[in-house]
């Protein structure tokens, strides 16, 4: 007969929807009473045997099961299970996508969505937190009659926020229903409202769970005889432990096995090998496992082994290993030029790649691990080619200490826990920066400004005529001409001093004095208020056609200076 294994069900969601006390509520454990802030830390994972199931099942004798149990991966919110891996496709065979039916979609739900529809993973979403829909009251332990008994408005309540769910959903090409009005699961999403709390929906989310495994799945549950697994977390302690999920075959101690890298496979020996208990997160030491399974093992060799690397029984087949590795692409594609990228682990990283990728977004550099300062030189090395390109992407990553200590503005770090957040942030900088870039490359063709002249600090009246200013908009600089209110040609700007130095401009906000050689102050300026730079007509068109970069001060300094043309009888518009 043929052996299937557990189902790997990976439960995510955005930040605090719930996915842990889900889980508490299947598992019937309180985890989450644990954690820091009632948020999970780390990936963990939880196995529960079919014993558990029947017995959390117990109304419904009627159920055939075929499955040995599930093994529950939980993961926080900012991993979005993009770390579970395996090649070729997902770590999971199925996934809870926990949804808070009073919040709906959030950013780390849309990273989840993204995911799921890029790994094509089947999943089923739990709308959890019925019971803080107000006035909610549990009346059945059948959800279908639960939902049905509430009270008019509270019904009305539940339908409009499921309603509004679907129709995000729908948004992202998914056709959702609630799972009792499902008639084919291979093309609608089953949406199981439930509480964690309260187990309300919990025992329908596990038939759905189990439904789906036992009628779809069940050839690519089938054992095979290789051992393969992915390092879910390499462990630094007194001793290196590597924690990983078995995914297939069985392992034994002291078997060989062949852990992928972005070089050479890294070949070592088990030796010591444990699996998880059932309903907890403690191990116990085996000399041999079967998949599907959370394991912790220690090698003989742990230099190099990096979290979310692939690993495989080795035979003496090293060629055909790296040829394996090969064609199921742990190697990280590059372009000539862009961006540098780092995360947490290697899912972590194909997750960035994938979704930059799709944004059309280069990169130059990608790896494993923090912010170091080999990723600080590539990023100054951009900056003198292309500005826009000297960004450190970090998800979930930090700088390394070195990193810390240097120092150079057009350097720009993005952290996030979010990819989402990270892309946007990078857009957000390189619009920003392009623009700057932009606006650097007009005014220096001609430098925009207006300025208040301050009768009161009249320095010398001639050769040259030295008196205060404020800049009222955009930027002073030597050498540009100066105009009046009138159109008319006044001088050259000679020098600009603040505080008696010498300065190469001066900026909106700034009082500071100038010197206006070939004029005598009481003669030409003694009436004048306001001075403006004088600009050439097709510097005028190039700021009008990029005004989008202008200040507001800026665009009215613009406006007023087409103004003073009109009255010279030269017609500009902005």
């Not at 890294?266 to 998880?276: A, P």
């Not at 590059?334 to 899912?347: M, N, V």
């Not at 300025?451 to 030597?478: C, E, I, M, W």
């Not at 009046?484 to 020098?495: C, R, W, Y």
């Amino acid at each position: 007969m043929m052996q299937i294994r557990q189902p790997i069900v990976t439960v995510a969601g955005h930040v605090d929807h719930g996915k842990t006390t889900i889980l508490d509520s299947i598992r019937k454990t309180k985890v989450v009473e644990t954690e820091a802030g009632g948020i999970t830390q780390k990936i963990s994972f939880t196995k529960v045997p079919i014993e558990i199931i029947k017995k959390r099942l117990d109304t419904n004798k009627d159920i055939k099961l075929e499955i040995p149990g599930f093994l529950f991966i939980d993961t926080p919110g900012h991993a979005a299970f993009s770390h579970l891996r395996k090649r070729g496709g997902s770590l999971a065979d199925l996934a809870i996508l926990v949804i808070d039916i009073n919040e709906g979609i959030m950013p780390q739900t849309k990273e989840v969505i993204e995911l799921l529809k890029i790994n094509k993973i089947p999943f089923v979403i739990a709308l959890n937190k019925i019971d803080n829909i107000s006035g909610w009251r549990k009346q059945s332990d059948n959800l279908k009659e639960n939902i049905e008994k509430q009270v008019v408005n509270v019904k009305n309540d539940f339908q409009e926020k499921f309603l509004t769910l679907i129709g995000s959903l729908h948004y992202y090409g998914f056709n959702a229903k609630l799972f009792y009005e499902i008639n084919d699961f291979t093309r609608e999403i089953a949406l199981v409202p439930c509480s964690g709390k309260t187990e309300e929906g919990i025992n329908e989310l596990i038939l759905i769970l189990i439904g789906l495994s036992q009628k779809f799945l069940k050839e690519s549950l089938k054992l095979s005889k290789e051992a393969k697994g992915v390092i879910l977390e390499v462990k630094k302690e007194k001793l290196t432990y590597l924690e990983s999920i078995l995914y297939d075959g069985n392992l034994k101690i002291n078997d060989e096995i062949a852990i992928a890298s972005f070089s050479e496979p890294i070949v070592t020996k088990i030796r010591v090998l444990e699996e998880i208990l059932p309903l907890s997160n403690k191990f116990k030491s085996v000399k041999e496992t079967t998949a599907a399974n959370g394991i912790r093992i220690q090698t003989t060799n742990s230099l190099d082994i990096l979290p979310g690397m692939p690993f495989t029984i080795f035979k003496n087949n090293l060629e055909e290993i790296k040829k394996e590795f090969k064609k199921e692409g742990v190697e990280i594609r590059t372009d000539k030029q862009g961006i540098i990228i780092k995360a947490d682990s290697l899912g972590s990283l194909e997750a960035l790649i994938t979704m930059l990728k799709q944004s059309n977004i280069k990169i130059i550099s990608a790896g494993i691990g923090n912010i170091n300062k080999k990723d600080f030189i590539s990023a100054e090395t951009n900056l003198k080619e292309d500005p826009l390109n000297a960004v450190i992407l970090g998800f979930n990553v930090e700088e390394d200490d070195e990193v810390k200590m240097l120092k150079n503005p057009g350097v720009k770090i993005i952290k996030d826990l979010v990819i989402y957040k990270l892309i946007e942030n990078l857009f957000k900088f390189q619009e920003e920066k392009g623009n700057e870039i932009k606006k650097e490359k007009l005014t220096s063709l001609a430098p925009l400004c207006r300025l208040s002249v301050l009768h009161q600090y009249v320095f010398r009246n001639s050769n040259p005529a030295v008196f205060g200013v404020r800049v009222d908009a955009g930027k002073l600089k030597p050498n540009i001409n100066l105009i009046n209110d009138d159109g008319k040609s006044i001088a050259k700007v000679k020098s600009i001093q603040e505080q008696n130095h010498s300065i190469n401009e001066a900026e909106k906000g700034k009082e500071v004095a100038i010197s206006l050689p070939g004029i005598m102050f009481d003669r030409v300026l003694k009436d004048v208020d306001y001075l403006y730079s004088e600009i050439s007509e097709s510097q005028f068109k190039q700021f009008k056609k990029n005004k989008e970069i202008l200040t507001s001060d800026e665009l009215a300094v613009l406006q007023k200076i087409a103004q003073i043309k009109r009255k010279t009888k030269v017609t500009w518009g902005v």
